[in-house]
């Protein structure tokens, strides 16, 4: 039996290696550089830890326009997109999904428009999954240059299925402060 045991956690530890593996060459590949800026899809706080995490940690220095408008793209080379819905979010900035949904979906146009890597990033885990977040997560992902998520947001790999539609590199990391490290990695 304990043989068995240390078979079955040698195995499962030699995946999770390889899925971290895999990440991170997935992340090498692609390549993104600033100016950038940081927006939600959804108006949820996972917007703010994000921004805390990648300027106040990681220095990248991005601009923060949580409502951020195509005008606002102007001398940017890179988008990064935070998904997940807040009622209560988006009832705070004044708006319905309809209009936040209208809103992305100009800034993913403008974004493309103009040359604009875009980045897909989602830490929300479980928690940030449902109907509403699940359409900000289809309008966006296919339209990313790649996407970060979070696994535990991932169980029914909707983001690999959204992704594939264009093969937009899904990296897949176990932890927050991970896919902070992943985006970190690809910008040059």
């Given at each position: 039996?304990?043989?068995?045991?240390?078979?079955?956690?040698?195995?499962?530890?030699?995946?999770?290696?390889?899925?971290?593996?895999?990440s991170?060459?997935?992340a090498a590949d692609?390549?993104?550089?600033r100016p950038?800026?940081?927006?939600?899809?959804?108006?949820?706080?996972?917007?703010?830890?994000?921004?805390?995490?990648?300027?106040t940690q990681?220095?990248?220095g991005?601009?923060?326009?949580?409502?951020?408008?195509?005008?606002?793209l102007?001398g940017?080379?890179?988008?990064?997109?935070?998904?997940?819905?807040?009622t209560?979010?988006?009832?705070?900035?004044?708006?319905?999904?309809?209009?936040?949904?209208?809103?992305?979906?100009?800034?993913?146009?403008a974004?493309?428009?103009?040359?604009?890597?875009?980045?897909?990033?989602?830490?929300?885990?479980?928690a940030?999954?449902?109907?509403?977040?699940n359409d900000?997560?289809s309008?966006?992902?296919?339209?990313?240059?790649?996407?970060?998520?979070?696994?535990?947001?991932?169980?029914?790999?909707?983001?690999n299925?959204?992704?594939?539609?264009?093969?937009?590199p899904v990296?897949?990391?176990?932890?927050?402060?991970?896919?902070?490290?992943?985006?970190?990695?690809?910008?040059?």
């Amino acid at each position: 039996m304990r043989r068995f045991v240390r078979r079955s956690l040698a195995a499962t530890l030699t995946i999770a290696a390889a899925t971290v593996v895999a990440s991170s060459a997935v992340a090498a590949d692609v390549t993104l550089t600033r100016p950038g800026l940081l927006t939600s899809a959804g108006q949820s706080p996972d917007v703010t830890i994000v921004k805390v995490l990648l300027n106040t940690q990681l220095k990248l220095g991005l601009e923060y326009k949580p409502l951020a408008q195509p005008s606002d793209l102007a001398g940017m080379k890179t988008l990064v997109v935070v998904l997940g819905v807040s009622t209560k979010g988006l009832g705070a900035a004044g708006l319905d999904l309809d209009k936040e949904l209208a809103r992305v979906k100009a800034l993913l146009k403008a974004a493309r428009d103009q040359g604009i890597k875009v980045l897909a990033l989602h830490i929300g885990g479980e928690a940030r999954r449902g109907k509403t977040s699940n359409d900000v997560i289809s309008l966006v992902v296919p339209e990313a240059d790649c996407a970060v998520v979070v696994a535990a947001g991932n169980k029914d790999k909707l983001f690999n299925q959204l992704a594939a539609r264009r093969n937009v590199p899904v990296v897949e990391v176990e932890r927050t402060t991970a896919a902070g490290d992943a985006v970190k990695a690809m910008f040059r």
